[in-house]
């Protein structure tokens, strides 16, 4: 959250103080002149509780991934809003929660209506894409790496979600 005075903000005078000196000080005048009768205007950014899905290219395509460029995956076991990854299956892939149970945001090459939340057996709020619950991959380490790709266990099939819901397979009901 930051305040605005005029035509200059705080986030820009924070900008060019270098020193935590520099930095009180301009916090300090910004206090003194909004208490002199200039109205601060207080710009709030987006809500950490509310998740970003966004389209990222990737080897394979434009996939989702999360607010970090981490990719996200779908499940083959998973039926359509509920998911059969629980216990140790969460160890290897984390599940994308929207803590506040809120809409999730769709970023850049996302479609809105195609975003979900569902609640979980276990009381987590999930996001969903298209009716898939979404997920990220332990192993992947950097943006856009899809090491899980492919990957088979006991249940089904892990894969990349595609940002064009179409290209995806409609989850079982």
Known sequence: MYR?????????CIGVAKS???IAVTMLLGILTSSAGVSPITVA?????????????????????DAKGMVLYRYTADKKDASACYTACLTLWPVLVSPSGGQPIAGSGV????LGVITRKDGKKQVTYDGWPL??????????QATGQGVKDTLGIWYVVYAIPAKNPTPKS
């Open 4 to 12: 605005a005075w005029g035509n200059r903000s705080a986030r820009s």
């Open 20 to 22: 935590p000196a520099m």
């Open 45 to 65: 950014s987006a809500s950490p509780s509310m998740p970003t899905v966004k389209a990222a290219q990737t080897t394979l395509g434009d996939v989702l991934v």
């Open 111 to 114: 479609s809105q209506p195609a």
């Open 135 to 144: 997920y990220t991959y332990f192993v992947d380490r950097a943006p856009g």
